[in-house]
């Protein structure tokens, strides 16, 4: 994976597109239905700083469920 097969970014950019596409698939194979979902992590100390003075936190895209 790190030569790329091909000349030209527009090709380079699609085997790298393709890899990981890939590499997805292979986790997503290893990963179990049963499995457990994950809790979501705990507060940073900035993010319980910006609670404590009543200023509210900008939603991440990771949080804005798309």
């Known amino acids: 994976m790190r030569r790329c097969r091909?000349?030209?970014?527009p090709k380079a950019?699609?085997?790298?597109v393709l890899t990981?596409?890939?590499?997805?698939?292979?986790?997503l194979s290893t990963w179990s239905v049963t499995q457990?979902?994950?809790s979501p992590r705990s507060p940073t100390a900035f993010q319980t700083f910006?609670?404590?003075?009543?200023?509210?936190?900008?939603k991440s895209w990771r949080t804005l469920g798309i």
Do not use: F, K, T
């Open 6 to 9: 091909y000349r030209g970014q």
């Open 13 to 16: 950019h699609l085997q790298h």
């Open 20 to 27: 990981a596409i890939a590499v997805n698939i292979e986790r």
């Open 36 to 38: 457990e979902i994950p």
């Open 50 to 58: 910006l609670d404590q003075q009543g200023i509210p936190r900008s």
